[in-house]
């Protein structure tokens, strides 16, 4: 089992910025996906980036093209954190937000394929951006 807690979430006016932090405990894996969602009112959840990380090293990110430029996703394994920084907000991205992670021998195909059937999954964090 893995546990995943969010945090860094809050209210910002459109054009600042937000670094939210995604806490991994439980079960430790060498080989592990993670990814970073967003759902907004009356809307589907949706991907925003994707990480694959194997022996604490990043070996693959991806993000959505609505918010490459803007927001990068990272990691520190020795703080078995996962972070999303996102710059230059805008109000369509008020969201909660939720971390995901996908471990085991396939998570770097998974990662790639870009598919979301993640196992693991934090409680959220809400973003919301004025104008």
């Known amino acids: 089992q893995v546990q995943l807690v969010e945090s860094g979430g809050g209210s910002v006016q459109a054009g600042g910025s937000l670094k939210l932090s995604c806490v991994v405990s439980?079960?430790?894996?060498?080989?592990?996906?993670m990814g970073w969602f967003r759902q907004a009112p009356g809307k589907e959840r949706e991907g925003v980036a994707r990480?694959?990380?194997?022996?604490?090293?990043?070996?693959?990110?991806d993000s959505v093209d609505s918010v490459k430029g803007r927001f990068t996703i990272s990691q520190d394994s020795a703080k078995n954190t996962l972070y999303l920084q996102m710059n230059n907000l805008n109000p369509e991205d008020t969201a909660v937000y939720y971390c995901?992670?996908?471990?085991?021998?396939?998570?770097?195909?998974?990662?790639?394929?870009?598919?979301?059937?993640?196992?693991?999954w934090g409680q959220g964090t809400q973003v919301t951006v004025s104008s």
């Open positions: 995901a992670a996908r471990a085991g021998s396939d998570s770097r195909g998974f990662c790639i394929a870009g598919t979301n059937d993640f196992a693991y």
């Open positions: 439980g079960d430790t894996y060498s080989k592990i996906c």
């Open positions: 990480i694959y990380i194997a022996g604490g090293y990043t070996f693959y990110t």
